[in-house]
């Protein structure tokens, strides 16, 4: 695969682009955000490994970008371990998934091995599901045409299920990328999802008893 891993911090950077390498694939390197779309721009890349904090910029801000510019190779965030509110906010951007600082290089290099097998998903930038319209891009819910307020965890998660389309997502999944910690949040994911339901109706999420949740038939 062609990588694009953008870090600010030179000895991350090196790091995370010889690991890669070592695996098999064609990696180039970005230390700024403007960098970054300057190589998108020059070719096709398969995945991108982005660092949160850039100096010119935001990276979750250019995760965003990206993907309202139709970009849907997997994007996986860098952010540190404690910034829980930053892994919210990159998934309402359009991450495909999160690693804390600092890490370990295996773990990484699993992470960019699943993403890859995975492939790009088109995000979802509209659902709907019966009386219910989810509008990920302005982020407007609505059941039978009236507005319902949603929090920014709960568009989270709605997010992250509807890049499955009808597929499962495991309770560890969802926690590990919302929450940050696969080991924590299990009761208030409960209270969430219970929470969407009596917002937008039972059938718009489903439980899988002894795995996880999945979006309701359209």
């Known amino acids: 695969m062609r990588l694009l891993v953008v870090d600010d911090h030179p000895e991350v950077r090196e790091l995370v682009s010889?690991?890669?390498?070592?695996?098999?694939?064609?990696?180039v390197a970005a230390n700024t955000r403007r960098e970054a779309q300057d190589l998108l721009a020059a070719g096709p890349v398969d995945l991108v490994v982005l660092d949160v904090a850039?100096?010119?910029?935001?990276?979750?801000?250019?995760?965003?970008?990206?993907?309202?510019e139709g970009f849907h190779a997997p994007i996986?965030?860098?952010?540190?371990?404690?910034?829980v509110d930053r892994?919210?906010?990159?998934l309402d951007a359009g991450a495909d998934d999160f690693l804390g600082k600092p890490f370990a290089v295996a773990e990484l290099r699993a992470r960019v091995r699943a993403l890859?097998?995975?492939?790009?998903?088109?995000?979802?930038?509209q659902v709907e599901r019966g009386p219910v319209s989810l509008d990920f891009l302005g982020r407007r819910a609505l059941l039978s045409g009236v507005e319902v307020p949603l929090t920014s965890r709960e568009w989270s998660v709605l997010d992250l299920l509807a890049t499955r389309g009808g597929r499962s997502v495991a309770r560890a999944e969802i926690?590990?990328?919302v929450w940050g910690d696969a080991t924590e949040g299990a009761a208030s994911l409960e209270v969430?999802?219970?929470?969407?339901?009596?917002k937008l109706g039972d059938g718009l999420i489903r439980?899988?008893?002894?795995?996880?949740?999945?979006?309701?038939s359209p």
């Open 76 to 83: 996986l965030l860098l952010t540190a371990h404690s910034a």
């Open 87 to 90: 892994r919210v906010d990159g």
């Open 54 to 68: 850039l100096p010119d910029g935001s990276g979750v801000e250019l995760c965003r970008q990206l993907r309202v």
């Open 18 to 27: 010889s690991a890669l390498a070592r695996d098999g694939h064609h990696v």
């Open 116 to 125: 890859g097998r995975r492939g790009a998903i088109p995000k979802q930038l």
């Open 175 to 177: 926690l590990e990328i």
């Open 207 to 216: 439980t899988l008893r002894g795995y996880g949740y999945a979006l309701g």
């Open 192 to 198: 969430l999802v219970a929470r969407i339901r009596k």
